[in-house]
């Protein structure tokens, strides 16, 4: 006779009603996710943003160092290839995104040519970025040294959830003279197009952009391609005391330093909190950080793209906005044109330019990197950006958001479950 144990009899009944309450959650809002995003790429196919205003690239002295902004991506280029031309030693890009358009062929191009007169030229890209970027682009000359992160970097280690973080960086070094970094990744249309902050260093702060790349290249190198390229050797650190911080996310060691430095200044603040940010999907810490800073009377502004390239994350975004609005955050949306940046500026003393944005993804799954610091001279420029970027802005209230369409209500409560993976 078959006897069956009573725990097993109710186990699959409840094994079942688990499932269904997971597809449910989550697989129904992937669903859904997929048929917006196909919706939305319909809608927009062939339109082109409007133009928006930008402020030139300016060099700000701090110490022994020096920081020059850049808010509109064809001056970035023209100084990021200038500095490639002009190189006599050595040449480090790391970036996500790399178009083959005339602008990622200009990039390719110079990098040829520095390789040809016998610069150490090599490269980092993302493989899962650059899925539609065809492999003739991605054909380099053999005295350039190439890695290309790959889609799937765990091996058999399938559990191992330190090493599914996609490598988001966007970091030149040249010469250990100049350090890029910031939002920009490399296309014609981010020239011209989008809204994007980076900027470029100089003095002992190269130091740790280098050590960067030097890190992920060896550690990259010793996994995958031993037989290809050579370890990089990093040259001893500077002295201590730079008003330029490096911050980097370091999923394979489980470091994630980014999320707390902005939590730390937002803290401190006593005046004000302005932050550009093209995908804004915070957690519930960093919600409350904002709003107890807004109800203490700090001037809390968020701006972020009124429609952004991922409309999954503008709706995923739009879950917080309630809350912040009622908490005295000034929402204000950048019209007619993607921004892209990943910045903040407090209490005219302290900015963050960086290629993290405030999202699970970036605070702690990706490769990150930002620059912090520390001074009021670029905090004054910041500022200064802000202040113009809000000249193409909608600013959102409270009573406008409340009264917002039943397919914006519908749409917060059907992707909230996607928050945390986002």
Not at 201 to 207: D, F, L, R, S
Request: hydrophobic share 40%; aromatic share 12%.
């Amino acid at each position: 006779m078959n006897h069956r144990s009573p725990l097993i009899n109710t186990a699959h009944p409840i094994a079942k009603l688990v499932k269904r309450l997971l597809l449910l959650t989550f697989g129904l809002p992937f669903v859904i996710a997929i048929v917006v995003s196909l919706i939305d790429s319909y809608r927009t196919r062939g339109k082109k943003p409007k133009p928006f205003s930008t402020l030139p690239a300016t060099r700000t002295p701090i110490g022994d160092e020096a920081v020059t902004t850049y808010s509109f991506g064809q001056d970035l280029y023209s100084d990021m290839l200038a500095a490639i031309d002009a190189a006599t030693h050595e040449i480090l890009l790391e970036t996500y995104i790399w178009k083959d358009d005339h602008v990622g062929e200009q990039f390719k191009s110079a990098l040829t040519r520095a390789a040809d007169r016998g610069v150490t030229v090599k490269v980092i890209y993302d493989k899962f970025a650059n899925l539609v970027v065809g492999p003739k682009f991605k054909a380099f000359p053999r005295n350039i040294s190439v890695i290309a992160y790959p889609l799937y970097n765990a091996g058999w280690r399938f559990y191992d959830v330190r090493s599914y973080g996609r490598d988001h960086r966007k970091v030149l070094v040249v010469d250990e003279t100049y350090a890029f970094v910031g939002g920009y990744n490399i296309g014609a249309s981010y020239a011209r197009e989008w809204r994007d902050t980076h900027c470029r260093i100089e003095g002992p702060a190269v130091w740790e952009f280098k050590r960067s790349f030097v890190e992920f290249w060896n550690l990259h190198h010793r996994r995958k391609w031993r037989h290809r390229h050579k370890p990089i050797t990093l040259p001893p650190a500077p002295a201590w005391g730079s008003a330029v911080r490096v911050h980097r996310n370091l999923p394979n060691q489980w470091t994630f330093p980014i999320r707390s430095m902005y939590l730390d200044a937002i803290s401190r603040a006593q005046k004000n909190i302005w932050l550009t940010h093209a995908y804004f999907i915070p957690d519930e810490s960093f919600v409350e950080a904002l709003t107890d800073a807004a109800e203490r009377g700090v001037d809390v502004r968020l701006l972020v793209p009124a429609k952004s390239n991922h409309i999954v994350a503008d709706l995923v975004s739009r879950g917080y906005f309630a809350r912040m609005l009622n908490s005295g955050v000034h929402i204000f949306r950048f019209r007619d044109a993607m921004v892209h940046a990943k910045t903040a500026t407090i209490d005219g003393h302290w900015s963050t330019i960086g290629t993290a944005n405030v999202d699970r993804l970036s605070m702690s799954g990706n490769y990150e990197i930002n620059v912090e610091i520390i001074d009021h001279s670029l905090a004054r420029r910041m500022e200064d950006i802000f202040t113009n970027d809000l000249l193409n802005t909608w600013p959102l209230t409270a009573a406008e958001w409340q009264s917002r369409d039943i397919y914006r209500r519908f749409t917060e409560v059907v992707f909230k479950p996607l928050r945390p993976l986002l």
